[in-house]
């Protein structure tokens, strides 16, 4: 856990607590006597505190958190209290991805040491907590409020190169860091101690300190989007211009006040959600797991169409370092698709990204020796369909065939081909490179080698892999359009796009349903519905009631602005109107005109509706849904959806994501009552059908976390 050496008249502490050294209660007892033995020990005049492994210390172990053991002597707090005490100088060596309760063991250390490759962060925030042990009223002391305001209240990590021209570090050295260490230990002087206490100095540039805070305080507003941690912390911030006591006090106040909140334990669900989804299973045949399968070895990759997705996809498999074949039967799109690869990987660091291991081709053969290929071609089932069929033909047997679809279903794709056992969906989200989740979607016939392979490629190119069955949409998209649906019966009744968007904007999506459409092209919704025979391009189908398709209640707005070709930002007018060039969202009356007019046309009654109403309109389907997809066996877990909407579609990150709202916010049997309520209002929208998974966890007082930890392996 941690062990103690002597190196002459250096004490050396050193965390072994693989795989992230994180400070779990034995480390900080083996450390805290560690530290006191050497205090003890004449013969030590220093002492040093690094970490074996792959890194210093990851922080604080974040499954203490919410449990008593957080609070055991010592606590993170006593032993960094411990350090900063020390009767003889303690220097922090640090290495790997050091955070947290690493950064407030170094910050009360008398000197901070880094390996040039270090990176040091404060991700408290986005665990709804803040950095305390004193961070935020040492770290103002060391390197300004400027740069201690950004690292808290953003979460982000700084180079070790950043840290030393900031001031949070004395010295950044290359190689051997024990060595250079103990070196730099044994030259420190014990009479210069006390100025070494940072607690002891004060807040540099603290005359200019209003207008940074003010600066901030606006910033956060905007950005925080209702998450209660980075404001919070930014008070703890503000502490710092007052005596370090006193300081200290309000850290610890503030710091109470967010660690128990519902948004921390929100946070910190979504945080093993992220990890818990590797651990995958079919819930219909647990057997099939991520425990049985073993994954293909992938070196070299084809990826199929050079368009948006495509060249998003390129990028991220040449980043991490595998050989791609980018194939086009353009050249034109072909070239610039090449261009816009090379320019997107030029400059980037960390020696990843490797132009030449992409060969660009017209040629389809060409795709003959690759271990997998992801077709990116237009969303299209027929001509999927054909390009898989021509995929089987050209490629190696042994070949897994992925396709990008957000929707498509999977079965008929592998119908075209001879190997069903190798095709999967990997559902990609745009821009490709940049978004993090990776829907992976097995069909009947996929087999578990395919998955795990799926999942694999997924975690080697940096993706957050989730495995969930097919259906139309799949998890994502199949949730996701109830929203749009609602969103679109608000307008009839009453409410202005602006006023859906601003409903979902304050309730913490960075942007509302009909920007959100507006940016991504109304025109893809548009044809998946001609192709669905829910509209077409002229209107209603024949003898179709206007506001009633296939059986529920439908709005045809959305159809009425594409066939005046209003898809939103490309064509300067959807939801909103665009100026040339820019992005803003600007109301347009032209829209509101529309929607007057389609009012009178039905006999709407325009109401007014609430925010409340609006939201709870529009999430409330959706979340009905999650349940229907988990009753069908359709994903592994609550964990997944959760994880799949705040990855994949914005969902705020404070609230858990919409399984995790309902269940310990919204409450399952508030949830059920208000589906009840909405079905009565609207007895011709299927999705305000309760799912009877819900009905009967609501009946039964059970929870959805209670639930997952029974059905996860
Ligand atoms: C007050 C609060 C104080 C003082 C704090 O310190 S709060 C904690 C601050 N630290 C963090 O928030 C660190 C979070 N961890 C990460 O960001 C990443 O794990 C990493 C960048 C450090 C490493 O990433 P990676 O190499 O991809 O590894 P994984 O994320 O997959 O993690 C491996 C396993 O370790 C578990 N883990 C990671 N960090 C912690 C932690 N701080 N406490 C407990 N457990 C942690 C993670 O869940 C993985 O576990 P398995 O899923 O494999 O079981």
């Not at 057997?287 to 293909?296: C, I, K, L, Q």
């Not at 989740?437 to 080697?460: K, W």
Request: glycine share 10%; net charge positive.
């Amino acid at each position: 856990m941690a062990e103690c050496a002597t190196y002459g008249t250096v004490a050396v502490l050193q965390i072994n607590n693989p795989p992230l050294n994180v400070l779990g209660h034995d480390v900080r007892s083996q450390l805290m006597s560690g530290l006191q033995q050497a205090l003890q020990d004449k013969a030590v005049c220093s002492i040093v505190i690094m970490g074996k492994g792959q890194t210093f210390t990851a922080g604080a172990d974040v499954k203490e958190f919410g449990t008593e053991k957080v609070f055991w002597e010592p606590t993170l707090h006593s032993l960094v209290e411990a350090v900063s005490a020390s009767t003889k100088p303690v220097v922090t060596a640090i290495h790997g991805t050091t955070l947290g309760g690493g950064v407030a063991l170094a910050l009360a250390s008398h000197y901070r040491l880094a390996d040039s490759s270090a990176k040091m962060g404060l991700p408290e925030v986005q665990l709804g907590i803040l950095p305390t042990c004193g961070v935020t009223q040492r770290l103002p002391r060391l390197v300004g409020l400027q740069t201690a305001v950004r690292m808290v209240t953003s979460g982000q990590t700084q180079s070790a190169q950043q840290a030393l021209t900031a001031g949070l570090l004395d010295k950044v050295v290359t190689d051997d860091l024990l060595k250079k260490a103990v070196g730099f230990a044994r030259s420190v002087d014990v009479r210069g101690l006390e100025a070494r206490r940072v607690s002891s100095w004060t807040v540099p540039g603290a005359d200019r300190a209003e207008d940074v805070l003010d600066a901030a305080r606006k910033t956060l507003v905007r950005r925080s989007r209702g998450a209660i941690a980075p404001l919070t912390a930014l008070q703890a911030i503000q502490a710092s211009l007052l005596p370090f006591e006193t300081g200290m006090k309000r850290e610890a106040e503030l710091g109470r006040y967010l660690w128990t909140s519902w948004q921390a334990a929100a946070l910190r669900y979504a945080f093993f959600a992220e990890r818990t989804v590797k651990r995958w299973h079919i819930p219909r045949n647990k057997n099939v797991n991520y425990r049985t399968a073993e994954p293909m070895d992938i070196k070299s990759v084809g990826v199929l169409g050079a368009g948006t997705m495509g060249v998003g996809i390129t990028i991220s498999l040449l980043q991490a370092g595998l050989k791609v074949v980018l194939t086009e039967v353009n050249k034109a799109q072909l070239d610039k698709a090449v261009s816009l690869i090379q320019r997107s990987l030029e400059g980037k660091s960390g020696g990843k990204p490797q132009p030449m291991q992409l060969r660009a081709t017209t040629d389809y053969s060409q795709l003959r020796e690759v271990d997998l290929v992801i077709e990116a071609v237009f969303e299209d089932l027929a001509l999927k369909k054909k390009v898989f069929q021509q995929l089987d033909a050209v490629t190696n047997p042994r070949t897994i065939l992925a396709t990008n679809t957000s929707g498509l279903d999977i079965d008929q794709i592998a119908a075209a081909t001879q190997r069903p056992d190798k095709v999967i969906g990997t559902h990609f989200f745009s821009p490709a490179h940049v978004m993090r989740l990776l829907e992976n979607i097995y069909g009947r016939h996929t087999s578990v080698e395919t998955i795990a392979t799926a999942m694999q490629l997924g975690a080697t190119i940096g993706k957050v892999g989730v495995l969930v069955g097919n259906c139309p949409g799949f998890v994502g998209n199949r949730m996701k359009g109830l929203n749009f649906t609602e969103a679109m019966f608000l307008l009839e009744e009453g409410a202005e796009p602006q006023d859906v968007d601003k409903a979902l904007e304050e309730f913490g999506f960075a942007m509302g349903p009909f920007r959100v459409s507006d940016l991504a092209g109304g025109d893809v919704h548009w044809r998946r519905r001609i192709q669905a025979g829910l509209t077409t391009e002229h209107g209603p189908p024949p003898y179709t009631p206007v506001l009633y398709r296939q059986g529920n209640r439908y709005s045809p707005l959305a159809d009425m602005l594409c066939m005046q070709g209003r898809f939103g930002q490309k064509t300067g007018a959807g939801w909103y109107r665009y100026k040339s060039g820019s992005r803003t969202a600007l109301p347009d009356a032209e829209v509101h005109r529309l929607i007057h007019k389609h009012r009178q046309d039905h006999g709407f009654q325009r109401r007014n509706i609430s925010s409340q109403e609006i939201v709870e309109r529009c999430l409330f389907p959706l979340i009905n849904e999650g349940f229907r997809i988990l009753e069908e066996g359709l994903a592994t877990g609550p964990q997944d959806i959760d994880v799949i909407f705040l990855l994949g579609f914005g969902w705020p990150r404070h609230t858990g994501g919409p399984m995790y709202y309902a269940d310990k916010v919204v409450g399952l049997g508030n949830l059920l009552q208000s589906l009840e309520k909405y079905r009565a209002y609207h007895p011709r929208s299927a999705h305000w059908v309760p799912s009877s998974l819900l009905r009967k966890m609501a009946a039964q007082g059970t929870s959805l976390s209670i639930w997952a930890a029974g059905s996860r392996l």
